[in-house]
T-cell receptor, first 113, second 112 residues
């Protein structure tokens, strides 16, 4: 999976609790992305980063925040998890020109009870 | 807004037969188009992309895709399907600032 790891791989949590997912890359790529995958919706972009401390919102950013303090790490935080945030979360990286494909991590399955 | 559509939720094909997974796009300007495959419990894997040039793009695992500007389509094809090709396939288009918009996915089932 192109030098991308995600942790944890599985998590079960309760409504109202904070959750942080981590994406770590060893490719030194500039761009990093967080997606969620839900049946019938494909993949939807939550947030992305175009450099250290440079982030922006995606299509479904409500209820999520991100941080990137180092090139290799991109954190996704659910401040107060809700059942609607039960999903599979994927991190992706890209070298950054529009021609470059994105490479995906193995995913994190999050269940919010 | 840039978007892609995958009109088929599932495609069934017998092993050895040709397969086609359909994708149509809606963009302003020249499209950058991508195909990805997802095997169970795995992340997405890049298959191929169209940026410019030849309308027939060749990719990984024997897959190819045909870019058709007049029909705004970018269908994924393979001349002879394998059981191991059974997976979920996503079409995507670049939109705005280094971002991709994905279709809803097509499940390919290849029967022995």
């Amino acid at each position: 999976d192109a030098g991308i790891t995600q942790s944890p791989r599985h998590k079960v949590t309760e409504t109202g609790t904070p959750v942080t997912l981590r994406c770590h890359q060893t490719e030194n790529h500039r761009y990093m992305y967080w997606y969620r995958q839900d049946p019938g919706h494909g993949l939807r972009l939550i947030h992305y980063s175009y450099g250290v401390k440079d982030t922006d919102k995606g299509e479904v950013s409500d209820g999520y925040s991100v941080s990137r303090s180092k090139t290799e790490d991109f954190l996704l935080t659910l401040e107060s998890a809700t059942s609607s945030q039960t999903s599979v979360y994927f991190c992706a990286i890209s070298e950054g020109t529009g021609e470059n494909e994105q490479f995906f991590g193995p995913g994190t399955r999050l269940t919010v009870l | 807004a840039q978007s892609v559509a995958q009109p088929e939720d599932q495609v069934n094909v017998a092993e050895g037969n040709p397969l086609t997974v359909k994708c149509t796009y809606s963009v302003s300007g020249n499209p950058y188009l991508f195909w990805y495959v997802q095997y169970p419990n795995r992340g997405l894997q890049f298959l191929l992309k169209y940026i410019t040039g030849d309308n027939l793009v060749k990719g990984s695992y024997g897959f190819e895709a045909e870019f058709n500007k007049s029909q705004t389509s970018f269908h994924l094809k393979k001349p002879s399907a394998l059981v191991s090709d059974s997976a979920l396939y996503f079409c995507a288009v670049r939109t705005g600032f280094q971002k991709l918009v994905f279709g809803t996915g097509t499940r390919l089932l290849v029967s022995p």
